[in-house]
């Protein structure tokens, strides 16, 4: 069983940065299409970025795109990712998720595993 941990929420400044980290164990993320998601209040959870295990391509929402970078260290068995140029719309609960497949059209379809969230607010 796949359980995944995240960390590095918090409170960041509009043009600020943040890095979150997802932590998993009971698998290794190598072999496994792994992504991030959102969710607002009230909203339906969003893709923000996904990478693909079969050749680590890696495909983000239009919304983040430039901004957002997705990252692992395998020894650390951890994705992560890093937030730059953050603003108020990017205010919500980040989940990372394991498994389903990675594409350029619909970002991390169908995971498996989720973490539990890690919250992130962004001050204008």
């Known amino acids: 069983q796949l359980r995944l941990v995240e960390s590095g929420g918090g409170l960041a400044e509009t043009g600020g940065f943040l890095r979150l980290s997802c932590e998993a164990s009971g698998w290794t993320l190598d072999y496994i299409d792994i992504g991030w998601f959102r969710q607002v209040p009230g909203k339906e959870r969003e893709g923000v970025g996904c990478?693909?295990?079969?050749?680590?391509?890696?495909y983000y929402a239009n919304s983040v795109e430039g901004r957002f970078t997705m990252s692992t260290n395998a020894a650390k068995n951890t994705m992560y990712l890093q937030m730059n140029g953050l603003h108020p719309g990017d205010t919500a609960t980040y989940y990372c998720a394991a498994g389903g497949n990675c594409s350029s059209y619909r970002l991390l379809c169908g995971p498996d595993y989720w973490g539990e969230g890690t919250s992130v607010t962004v001050s204008s």
């Open positions: 990478i693909n295990s079969s050749d680590g391509s890696a």
